[in-house]
């Protein structure tokens, strides 16, 4: 019968516990580096499995309210669910116990396993998963996990579990420091948006809504609106609120512009291609990473629509006489005051580059159809004038108030900002009076009242401008316009 020799059963003792220090020594390192809770579970399982002659392992990282759960296996054919392995007898022994327990046999996870021990993964006195290691395997056949094994199970669960711990911690930090951030980011680009495009009727509410909305997407917008209702105001904004904020917002009014420069002025231009041409980018390189602001884009010539359409689709530039394609990253904003539908119908405006520019349109309503806006915009321009000519507070009398809320406007807020610079340049005091506020030809506005009203005004500056021109002679002045005497007195300007 042989002997075994104490010496070699001491070192092979000796042997197996440095084995097992070196795992945990290992997978203490290698936590540190864990870049999720898979691999922190893999890991561990993997020391498990390894050093104990398991046949098969499992590591169960449980399912939270806020996150999901992890698991790693080894040696399942096919691996049993999350929920299986939560409401399986053993594992809840397991975590009750706290400690790690073993038998054998035992029936685990809808198998019968020869041998079977397990640890609970617990940190700040929470059972966050399980370490499961099964079928202990021996040289002589079959074998059972001892209290050695039990103990090593519980170091590398011990090991393990902080880990996760602080990983799901920090996880829930970097969430909530997002959060945050992201709150601060809308609540900025709100107050922004509130302070700089003034107005709370309802469409100007649904305007600010899809100007914060649309702002950090990179797709095209096109702004309607009338004269003045703010549409280049929202293009910056469009900008001021993108993650492009920082690099240029450049405009480019389309109607001004005559043809043969509004290629290069866009796309730039190749020294050379005429005499005395020097090479030049045009808007938008130089607008690479921000914003290009096409105003007035329904009188782009059909020449340049084609070009637009193909930078756009493309995302490339070719100067003017270049050969060379010009990566750029633009964002591209449109202004038109046009009925474009009628433009494409006409075929004055490609329909491809109107899908093209519009995938987002924002409508700024004329102020007429806003009124209850007047009163907080008159303030909004009077404290801005104040600001600016370090004068006291200014504010509109009752009367002036009512004045402005009977006006038509049809130059809409610029006519409304430049009335109030008009009038307070007027005033001496802080209060601006009814009579300060010189209107076009105010008057009642009914159905198409508007436009009479503008012709209306039109006539008497014309007919100011000409009674000026003749020191105040009024034959002449009727003469010069066309009109007789009786007509001119009845206009009841030049008296
Ligand atoms: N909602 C608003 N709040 C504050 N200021 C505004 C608002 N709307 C327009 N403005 C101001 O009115 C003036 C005219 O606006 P803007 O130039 O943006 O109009 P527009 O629609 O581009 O006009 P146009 O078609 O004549 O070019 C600007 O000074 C702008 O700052
Ligand atoms: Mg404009």
Known sequence: MALVDPRSAESFGLKKKVLRLEALYDLSRTLNGSRGEQEILEDALARAVGVLDAARGLAVRFEEPDAPGAMATVG??????????????????VCRARTPISRSPESVLSSTADSVAGAALVARDRVLGVLLVLDREARGGLATFDEED???LGSLAALAAPALDALRHVRALEADVDR?????QALKGTLKVDEILVGDSPPMRRVKEMVVRAASSRVGVLIRGESGTGKELVAKLLHAGSPRRSAPFLALNCAAVPESLLESELFGIERGVATGVDARPGKFELAHGGTIFLDEIADAPLAIQAKLLRVLQEREIERVGGRQRIPVDVRVVSATNADLHERIRERSFREDLYYRIRVVEIVLPPLRE???????????????????EGRPPLSLSRDAVAKLLDYPFPGNVRELENLLEGATALVAGGVVEAADLQLRGAGPSETGGDLRQDLASLEREQILRVLA???????RAARILGINRRTLYRKNVAN
């Open 180 to 184: 945050l951030r992201e709150e601060n």
């Open 150 to 152: 039990r103990r090593f």
């Open 370 to 388: 806003r009124r209850e806006d007047i009163p907080r915009l008159a303030g909004h321009f009077l404290s801005r004038i104040a600001a600016r």
């Open 76 to 93: 399942f054919a096919s691996p049993p669910s999350a929920l299986d392995v939560a409401s399986d007898p053993f594992v809840l022994d």
């Open 469 to 475: 021109s003749v020191g105040g002679n009024k034959s």
